[in-house]
């Protein structure tokens, strides 16, 4: 007998667009319900009943008119769906009494009609369904069960089913009443000898989704992982669920994804219980949440415990409370306590364990981030929490929203494996090789055949400047999309784009000057190569004028030994045209002969140069083709000679001594800044942009710098000092010469990029 029931409600139903195999693949809305009693003890059958629904939007697909054969005059007449399901239990519960029986389940020859139309459709219209809709047995894996032999049972159908049983075809020829009949004529075969069936394999829906932690070490199953994109920011992991409603998504198997800002990207990883759900999951493509369609893809395990595994045991335990409601708090003072989170979120909105609910989130070295998790035991709470978004803790506003256990994981792993500081090569004799990466932005130039574009969406991205500019796109150069980020890596709204003539360039300012993108609009001036090369090495290009970046002051030229290291002709195909250069991992070093004289590498000081090898790429990855704002530079330390990115160079490898490249600054205020000591050495290049802090171990006020040779600014002042500054290449060569556990206590604390 089936489980828990002693009646089968016969069940079927029909859209107004794709049914059979795709019913509820294209979203159309239920208009046809269709069922009939079938009473296990006594092997009776009750009415056969037939209702039509009538859908929000009145439209049927051809294709559904003919299996159908129902018009749009037809519907308009019937009732809708919360109506109907209303008819319908009234009349099972009715007529299941009359039989002498106390409960029943749905039977389906297919989970569609209730996985992917019903519960969906119930979903977006909010409409409560009663209990018997949340279990249900399917008559294809019951037939199956009893005929093993007969085909698979995503090929069976009633008519085939029948057909392989020696029974006839029913005489009733609508839709829906011919499916109901054949599914009712197999079940009486079935319970009858010499099979004697009993349905025991009930399927469930899950009321809601189980939020819960994922190990690292949990097997995942590939077949059971999809991607979702398109997600509205701030959705939480129960509107994933919803979107997915009917579908059985494993505990904890939502999964937002981060973008390098730790700010949610609009996708999310589900994992479900099987892979029969995920393949259901699967048709739900480009299906909408709100007013944007959603794109549904497969995934793989190992992306999954890549975003939701965790070996924290402090995220452990501070998830380990089940049925909890998590809320995210972001921009935090660094100073709060966790008594003056409890006290800016009221009374009314008390936290789980009061401040055992609280996570902070920490870097490795114990300094806070300005991110915190609470949890909330009831939706209520976490409702009435929500309410003070952007309202003030201390001087700063607090952003807060919904966050999923998997979330959790995602940003504590990040914060845990960043890198405190870029730090140097481990070793300081090992050189840092040049990298040879393709001259995107090509030398200076009067020639105005670049636009600037200003105003930009702080979301905006690269297809959204090539959806902008329309037909002239074909004229943009490769690698010709620029964009301009802010010292803190996020775009500015600024863009610079090389056209192929200055022709173009004009006609792209004339044609695109104000135009809107995503509600806003965009200025667009004609400029030259110069103007752009230098906003993005650090200038500001205004009404007033160019303003240099200090590393664009006048200066000295590099010495022509520089030229060893020339740079190859780039190769690049049509598909890479407008390809970031985004580096998946760093350059692996290269042990390379060095002389035991002092030499110097030198790094022209490009936007196109990646000399950072340390940097964590998995939490960070720069804004294509890469603005100088988040590209650092490295020159080799004393002793070593730079790689050689081009054969021509072994020819050439000759180098600048070192005496007189350093200078040693002492005397320096305490809250000296590099921008400081560019001002005090303004009219004169310093060497890569790089400046050293030692830290307080050593020497306080000490700085060393790399500079051109003949230079001298001994016993001038700065801040009311004076500072001796003198040439200090040995001093500097034992610096770098001590051990690993000194070194670590001197690493460079900042770092310009020029």
């Given at each position: ?151 698979p049972v995503q090929k069976l159908t009633p008519a085939s089913m029948l057909e392989y049983v020696g029974l006839p075809a029913v005489s009733e020829q609508s839709m829906g009443g011919m499916e109901v009949s054949s599914m009712v004529q197999l079940i ?143 921009g935090l003072p660094f100073t709060a306590t966790a008594q003056e989170v409890l006290s800016f979120l009221g009374p009314e909105s008390p936290v789980t364990d009061d401040a055992e609910g609280l996570l902070f989130v920490k870097y490795p070295d114990g300094?806070?981030?300005?991110d915190a998790f609470v949890l909330f035991s009831c939706e209520e709470y976490a409702q009435n929490a929500l309410k003070r978004h952007k309202q003030i803790l201390g001087k700063r506003y607090i952003e807060l929203f919904r966050s999923t256990a998997a ?348």
């Amino acid at each position: 007998m089936a489980s828990h029931s002693d009646t089968l409600v016969v069940f079927f139903g029909a859209t107004a667009g794709a049914n059979g195999g795709k019913l509820g693949s294209d979203e159309r809305e239920i208009i046809l319900l269709v069922w009939q009693i079938v009473d296990l003890h006594e092997k009776k059958v009750g009415k056969l009943h037939r209702c039509l629904v009538k859908p929000d939007t009145l439209e049927l697909t051809e294709p559904c008119k003919e299996e159908t054969g129902l018009t749009v005059d037809d519907i308009l007449k019937a009732e809708p769906l919360d109506k109907v399901l209303q008819q319908f239990q009234q009349s099972v519960s009715s007529e299941v009494k009359c039989l002498g029986r106390s409960s029943f389940t749905l039977c389906v020859d297919s989970p569609l009609i209730i996985r992917q139309a019903l519960h969906p459709e119930a979903s977006k219209k909010n409409l409560v369904l009663p209990e018997c809709f949340f279990s249900f047995v399917d008559v294809k894996k019951e037939f199956h069960k009893c005929c093993p032999n007969a085909s698979p049972v995503q090929k069976l159908t009633p008519a085939s089913m029948l057909e392989y049983v020696g029974l006839p075809a029913v005489s009733e020829q609508s839709m829906g009443g011919m499916e109901v009949s054949s599914m009712v004529q197999l079940i009486l075969h079935i319970l009858a000898e010499p099979h004697n069936h009993e349905f025991s394999c009930v399927e469930t829906v899950k009321y809601k989704f189980d939020s819960g932690t994922c190990s690292k070490t949990e097997p995942v199953d590939s077949e059971t992982v999809i991607r979702a994109r398109g997600l509205p920011w701030q959705s939480s992991d129960q509107d994933i669920a919803r979107f997915f409603k009917g579908l059985s998504i494993a505990k904890g198997g939502v999964a937002l994804c981060l973008n390098a800002q730790g700010r949610r990207n609009g996708e999310a990883l589900v994992r479900f219980i099987n892979s029969e759900h995920r393949d259901l999951a699967l048709e739900r493509h480009k299906h909408h949440m709100g007013s944007r369609y959603i794109e549904v893809y497969k995934a793989t395990g190992e992306e999954f415990l890549k975003i939701a595994g965790g070996t924290s045991n402090e995220v452990a335990q501070f998830l380990s409370k089940e049925n909890q409601v998590i809320i995210r708090m972001r921009g935090l003072p660094f100073t709060a306590t966790a008594q003056e989170v409890l006290s800016f979120l009221g009374p009314e909105s008390p936290v789980t364990d009061d401040a055992e609910g609280l996570l902070f989130v920490k870097y490795p070295d114990g300094r806070p981030t300005g991110d915190a998790f609470v949890l909330f035991s009831c939706e209520e709470y976490a409702q009435n929490a929500l309410k003070r978004h952007k309202q003030i803790l201390g001087k700063r506003y607090i952003e807060l929203f919904r966050s999923t256990a998997a979330e959790v994981q995602q940003v504590l792993n990040r914060y845990m494996s960043a890198p405190l500081i870029s730090t140097l090569p481990p070793s300081p004799i090992m050189p840092v090789p040049v990298l040879a990466t393709p001259p995107y932005l090509p030398a200076a130039s009067s020639t105005r055949d670049c636009v600037r574009l200003r105003g930009l969406p702080y979301t905006a991205g690269i297809e959204d400047i090539l959806e902008f500019m329309g037909e002239h796109t074909v004229d943009i150069k490769p690698h010709g999309v620029h964009m301009v980020l802010n010292q803190q890596g996020r775009p500015s709204g600024d863009a610079f784009i090389q056209m192929r003539s200055p022709d173009k360039s004009f006609m792209v300012a004339q044609k695109c000057h104000k135009k809107t993108m995503k509600d806003r609009y965009v200025e667009v001036f004609q400029c030259s190569t110069e103007e752009m090369s230098i906003v993005l090495m650090g200038g500001t290009l205004n009404r007033s004028g160019l303003s240099p970046p200090p590393c664009k002051l006048p200066c000295l030229s590099p010495p022509t030994a520089y030229a060893a290291f020339p740079t190859p002709p780039a190769m690049l195909s049509e598909a890479a045209l407008y390809q970031s250069p985004l580096l998946a991992a760093p350059r692996p070093h290269q042990t390379i002969a060095h002389s035991p004289a002092h030499t110097l590498a030198y790094y022209p000081p490009q936007p196109h140069m990646y000399m950072n090898m340390n940097m964590n790429y998995t939490a960070y990855y720069p804004s294509p083709p890469v603005s100088p704002s988040t590209v650092g530079y490295f020159a080799a330390p004393p002793g070593s000679v730079a790689a050689q990115p081009h054969p021509a160079a072994a020819t050439a490898s000759s180098v600048l001594p070192q005496h007189g490249a350093l200078v040693r600054m002492q005397g320096l205020p305490y809250n000296t800044g590099v921008k400081d000591i560019l001002s005090f050495f303004q009219g004169y290049q310093p060497f890569g942009g790089r400046h050293e802090m030692e830290g307080s171990q050593l020497e306080g006020g000490t700085r060393w710098t790399h500079a051109v040779p003949q230079l001298n600014w001994r016993g001038q002042t700065h801040s009311h000092r004076t500072l001796n500054v003198k040439y200090a290449p040995d001093e500097y060569s034992s610096m770098v010469q001590m051990s690993e556990q000194a070194r670590s206590l001197i690493q460079p604390k900042e770092w310009l990029c020029l």
